[in-house]
């Protein structure tokens, strides 16, 4: 499928697992995956087992197009995996979908994941016959291999996790299961969150990319999952191990910027709070005189909460999001396209006739959108619109699990902050600096901010051409 012109950049995955002896647990993983769709609304599926039998169904599209009563019915169970993705490597196509699976002799191996591997074509050659170079497919065929090693041990798929994930570089989080126990794991920088959770009244554990999910299907919050951690969940309950060399935590501040839901917790921090904290440190940095502050629905809500309590200047809804265009099969047509960016985002005139604006998002990364937004927000009335952004220019790409594209496509990569005002057609512009974001997340860990500095924490493909400039403009 050919992407869709008004579709955004691509974003992280969502993965849930769960164990909980006493129950069916798909209908908790449709839950949860619901939770999670904002992280991906390509595909989405769910593995199951009952402890003799593991089962699969996945497909194209949102959770709620993919399963309905007789699918999830047809997944049985107290032990299950989940996922819903955004292509990040790989195209967009059937197979890429997830949890994917696998049968070793006995073993039956489902997995999912979330993130980007930055080595997947050196593991490839190491493996004759792969069917599939996506980077899921890459790692449960790694595994795969090592189970079948290791067969006669009753702890096949624990003990080939354990020795293979080490050779995983980059960006991942992971949830694989066989007929009877749950497998999470974290790579050892941390880029993309895991959370674990605890079923009321010991009724088994769950993993989730988010806190929101474990509040869906009522779940207590129990911890991280550790960068470098793999935690194994089966009958005598929750055992963690290490088997990463030690690596400093970089996680991905765009997690708090941008992905993650706002009602989300990540290291004891809530991301709409951090984000308040952003517009708060914004308005520091880039005061503007205006007579409203109007956020971009609904990344740019928080961010502009705090510009406006910081700046003193009233805050107002100036763009409705239609919720439900999502992402679509159907290709526009040219009546629709020329409606642009309204099918997504629509003004209210009453609101910004006469008005100095302050537009607030949380990013700009091609520019197309924030462009054609200030044209909106300008034909509704505003008298001027003064763009900040909660957080830095954007100018690398992203090798962690955010595919945003090579630099070519980057506007901050090819042009020079006023020369961004002056494309965008803004009055002003103001981005939050790297330090006002990192302090502004303030949980004191290490962050990754590559695709803002250039600093990548960890190894990245060596043959990218993404990192070329080749823009014309
Ligand atoms: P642009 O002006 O760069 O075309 O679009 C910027 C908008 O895209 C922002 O409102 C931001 O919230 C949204 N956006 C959609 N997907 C992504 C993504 O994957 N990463 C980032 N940073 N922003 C995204
Ligand atoms: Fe996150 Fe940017 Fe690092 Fe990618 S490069 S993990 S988007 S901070
Ligand atoms: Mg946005």
Redesign the pocket.
């Known amino acids: 499928m050919a992407r869709h012109p008004l579709d ?4 992280a995955c969502g993965v849930f697992g769960i164990y909980s002896p006493r129950q069916r647990v798909s209908p908790l993983i449709y839950f949860g995956l619901s939770a999670l769709q904002h992280r991906g609304q390509e595909s989405a599926g769910i593995a199951t087992s009952d402890g003799n039998l593991l089962t699969v169904h996945r497909d194209m599209g949102l959770v709620a197009q993919v399963f309905d009563e007789p699918s999830l019915a047809a997944l049985d169970g107290h032990v299950g995996i989940g996922h819903t993705r955004y292509s990040t490597t790989g195209a967009t196509v059937w197979e890429n979908s997830q949890p994917v699976h696998r049968q070793i002799g006995d073993t039956s191996l489902a997995l999912a994941h979330n993130g980007n591997l930055t080595n997947t074509a050196e593991l490839a050659e190491g493996i004759d016959g792969l069917r599939s170079t996506s980077d899921s497919h890459v790692m449960a065929e790694s595994i795969a291999r090592a189970v079948e090693d290791g067969r006669s041990d009753a702890r096949g798929l624990e003990n080939a996790i354990l020795e293979v994930i080490p050779t995983f570089e980059g960006a991942f989080c992971l949830v694989a299961m066989d007929q009877g126990r749950l497998i999470a794991a974290r790579d050892s920088n941390g880029f993309r969150p895991l959370c674990l959770g605890e079923l009321p009244d010991e009724e088994g554990y769950v993993v989730a990319s988010e806190t929101a999910a474990l509040d869906l299907v009522g779940a207590r919050y129990v911890r991280e999952v550790e960068p470098g951690e793999v935690l194994v969940i089966d009958a005598s309950g929750v055992r963690s191990f290490h088997p990463f060399p030690k690596t400093n935590p970089t996680f991905c501040v ?1 997690e708090y910027v ?1 992905f993650a839901r706002p009602d989300t917790r990540i290291g004891g921090v809530s991301v709409h709070a951090a984000r308040q904290r952003m517009g708060v440190r914004l308005a520091r940095e880039h005061p503007a005189h205006a007579d409203l502050v109007v956020p ?1 629905p609904e ?2 809500i928080p961010a502009a909460q705090g510009f406006s309590r910081q700046s003193g200047i009233p805050y107002g809804d100036g763009l409705v999001k239609n919720r439900y265009v999502g992402r679509t099969f159907i290709e526009p047509n040219q009546l629709i396209r020329d409606q642009g960016i309204r099918m997504k985002l629509n003004p209210i005139p009453e609101n910004l006739v006469g008005r100095r604006v302050v537009l607030v ?10 462009r054609k937004l200030i044209r909106l927000v300008r034909s509704a009335g505003a008298d001027e619109v003064h763009v900040r952004i909660s957080s830095p220019p ?1 100018r690398w790409p992203c090798f962690y699990g ?1 595919d ?1 594209g090579d630099r070519s496509t980057l506007i901050a990569a090819n042009m020079e902050i006023d020369e961004i005002r002056d494309h965008i057609g803004a009055d002003s512009i103001g981005y939050l600096s790297v330090d006002g974001l990192v302090e502004s997340i303030g949980n004191g860990e290490g962050h990754c901010t590559a695709c803002l500095t250039g600093e990548y924490p960890a190894p990245i493909p060596e043959d990218s051409d993404k990192l070329l400039l080749e823009k014309t403009r």
């Open positions: 955004p950049p691509g974003e765009f941008y971009v990344s740019g998002d949380d990013s700009i990364v091609r520019g197309s959108t924030t954007y955010m945003t």
